[in-house]
């Protein structure tokens, strides 16, 4: 079974504080990993599409990377607006029957940067 | 561009009423659609996918069911709601492709159902 566990559960940091949020999986052959970000009522929005080892995206202060067993996303000198929750989601590569294109996402971490 | 349209935002109703949740996708022609349900402080739990009209797959037993009548409208429904149904449920679509693999999911706003 596909599993996906992301640390830590919460984050807090002030404004300008560099970190990263983890995320690590196990997946019977991985067909893409994607980081989504989620604002309070609101549905996710995609940020990245990772595919293979060694790969990394870039968006704003955002950069993701990804190893054969995890995924970081690195928040290089936040600001309050990039708190939200940031979740990962793997899609295992299609068994012929209900993994068809299905995600199995982590629970999330919640970032809050303050001022 | 694409859109996603979810309603009612949200929803209060009681033990034992019916259901019925409404999502539309614009500027795609044969998306992938899903049903997903979020807990309070939880991932999202993949109830439903569509890969074509009157298509559907249930990966969870459960309370609930879906329909596809149109191309590009996903409906969720239940006969009697149970106080389990509560949560955030939110409705995603991909593009057609290779089961949407490599694809990422996009994501409607979601309703807020509230069981009493």
């Known amino acids: 079974e596909d599993q996906v566990t992301q640390s830590p559960e919460a984050l807090r940091l002030q404004e300008g504080e560099s970190s990263s949020l983890n995320c690590s999986y196990t997946?019977?052959?991985?067909?893409?990993l994607f980081w989504y970000r989620q604002d309070p009522g609101k549905g996710p929005e995609f940020l990245f599409t990772?595919?293979?080892a060694g790969e990394e995206k870039e968006k704003e202060r955002l950069k993701a990377t990804l190893t054969k067993k995890e995924s970081f996303l690195h928040i290089t000198a936040p600001k309050p607006e990039d708190s939200a929750t940031y979740l990962c989601a793997v899609q295992a590569r299609n068994a012929g029957g209900t993994s068809y294109g299905k995600l199995t996402f982590g629970q999330g971490t919640i970032l809050t940067v303050h001022p | 561009s694409q859109t996603i349209h979810q309603w009612p935002a949200t929803l209060v109703q009681p033990v034992g009423s019916p259901l019925s949740l409404e999502c539309t996708v614009e500027?795609?022609?044969?998306?992938?659609l899903y049903w997903y349900r979020q807990a309070a402080g939880r991932g999202l739990q993949l109830l439903f996918y569509s890969v074509g009209i009157g298509q559907i797959s249930s990966e969870v037993p459960q309370n609930l069911s879906a329909s596809r009548p149109q191309d590009r409208q996903f409906i969720l429904s239940s006969k009697k709601l149970l106080l389990s149904d509560s949560g955030f449920y939110l409705c995603?679509?991909?593009?057609?492709?290779?089961?949407?693999?490599?694809?990422?999911?996009?994501f409607g706003d979601g309703t807020r159902l509230s069981i009493l």
């Open positions: 997946v019977s052959g991985l067909r893409g």
């Open positions: 500027g795609t022609s044969n998306p992938n």
């Open positions: 990772l595919y293979s």
């Open positions: 995603a679509w991909s593009p057609l492709g290779t089961g949407g693999g490599n694809q990422p999911q996009h």
